[in-house]
């Protein structure tokens, strides 16, 4: 069964802390990507990264930044959290190929609270 | 400016019928591919159907199928047979080829299945 993990599934920061939001596939996937969810807007793509300590921006990157030091595990940093970072973020992966399905797979999401 | 336009907030259906969920894209690309997930209150991303922009049928995947009109530029999901564990948000989601990997969510249309 493919799976993508996180490593929280809540979280409570102070504003100023930095974090960590861990995300792990076992699928052997190239991509990988985070996301941030907020109610009306939708999915917005924060960052992702097609290889290993490859990585791109997404739509929304300010004040994160990402790490991808081995192919299953893709980390998300929040140098400084900010009470506007309150969120809810997903992580997906995927297989390489922008034709045909290749769909991301999600991990259940991390819903962090900045105070 | 948006790439996928889902128009409807919320959408009630009773058990047993059908519905349909409306979404509209905006691409110059001749090749993408067009996602549907759904999202129930756990929070995690289930990926539900796809439909290639060259493919000439439209998509089914068991009681889900994809209305997809291309000259329109809309791929509307449609669920027969609503069952009560239907209710979940679902987005609608878009991958130009030429533009890498990433996916383009919709806002989302929450839906609530009645008894």
């Known amino acids: 069964d493919v799976k993508v993990t996180q490593s929280s599934r809540y979280l409570v920061k102070r504003t100023g802390e930095k974090v960590f939001l861990e995300c792990v596939q076992d699928m052997d996937h190239e991509n990988m990507f985070w996301y941030r969810q907020d109610p009306g807007l939708g999915l917005r793509l924060i960052y992702f990264s097609y290889d290993v300590k490859m990585k791109e921006k997404g739509d929304i990157p300010e004040g994160y930044s990402v790490s991808r030091e081995k192919k299953e595990r893709f980390s998300l940093i929040l140098e400084s959290a900010s009470t506007n970072q309150t969120s809810m973020y997903l992580c997906?992966?995927?297989?390489?190929?922008?034709?045909?399905?290749?769909?991301?797979?999600f991990g259940p999401g991390t819903r962090l609270t900045v105070l | 400016a948006q790439k996928i336009t889902q128009t409807q907030p919320g959408m009630f259906v009773q058990e047993k019928e059908a519905v349909t969920l409306d979404c509209t894209y905006d691409?110059?690309?001749?090749?993408?591919?067009l996602f549907w997930y759904k999202q129930p209150s756990s929070g995690e991303m289930i990926f539900l159907i796809y439909?290639?922009?060259?493919?000439?049928q439209n998509a089914t995947e068991g009681r889900y199928s994809l209305n997809f009109q291309k000259a329109r530029k809309s791929a509307n999901l449609v669920i027969s047979a609503s069952q009560l564990g239907d209710s979940a948000m679902y987005f609608c989601a878009m991958r130009e080829v030429n533009s890498g990997y990433a996916l383009n969510f919709g806002k989302g249309t929450s839906l609530l299945v009645t008894p």
């Open positions: 691409t110059s690309d001749p090749s993408y591919g």
């Open positions: 439909q290639g922009s060259y493919d000439q």
């Open positions: 997906a992966s995927s297989p390489s190929g922008t034709s045909g399905i290749n769909e991301q797979f």
